[in-house]
């Protein structure tokens, strides 16, 4: 699909520069910043629903404990 942009000259200019550098052009450094940026949408949007998931999950087994019944130092006792 073709688009169009409105771009400043002087960017285009110096991002040219930058493409000619990297063996590569405009239209491909384009492509590859937008692939990413959506790579990156897609990968937030799954952490997201993960975190989700799991923070559901750990409201399931949710428990109160009793009162406890021993004492720190009693553990720690040495014969």
Do not use: C
Not at 4 to 30: G, M, P, Q
Not at 54 to 63: D, G, I, M, P, Y
């Amino acid at each position: 699909m073709n688009i169009t942009l409105s771009v400043d000259e002087k960017l285009i200019k110096e991002v040219r520069k930058i493409a000619i550098e990297r063996d590569t052009t405009l239209s491909n450094l384009v492509r590859d910043y937008l692939e990413k940026l959506a790579a990156e949408s897609a990968a937030s949007g799954r952490r997201r629903r993960e975190r989700a998931a799991l923070e559901k999950s750990f409201a399931k087994v949710r428990f109160t404990m009793g009162k406890p019944t021993w004492k720190r130092e009693t553990l720690h006792e040495r014969p």
